[in-house]
């Protein structure tokens, strides 16, 4: 298949990844063949090795779990200085 999966989300990645890890693939095998496959969208080796430890302590989600703290909320390019801000 010489099609590239490039057009993915990172839970599609991350749920190849656990799943490759489930059958007893080592990490670096892991990016590798992610990176075969969905080229330059393929997520760090390092995301892939905290992937799987996250995998090897019982985590069965592939989502983001949701974080502490107010979400951002703003989209426009960021002020230079404090002073664009009162403006």
């Known amino acids: 298949m ?6 993915c989300t990172i839970e599609d990645q991350r749920g190849v ?4 890890w489930a059958e007893g693939m080592k990490p670096m095998e892991i990016h590798r063949r992610m990176l075969a496959q969905y080229g330059q969208s393929t997520m760090s080796q390092r995301n892939v090795y905290e992937w799987v430890e996250r995998f090897k302590s019982g985590r069965t989600r592939v ?12 989209r426009s390019r960021k002020a230079s200085s404090p002073q664009e801000y009162r403006n």
Do not use: V, Y
Request: glycine share 10%.
């Open 63 to 74: 989502t983001d779990e949701g974080r502490p703290g107010r979400p951002s909320t703003s």
């Open 17 to 20: 990844l656990r799943f490759l």
């Open 2 to 7: 010489d099609a590239l999966l490039q057009d």
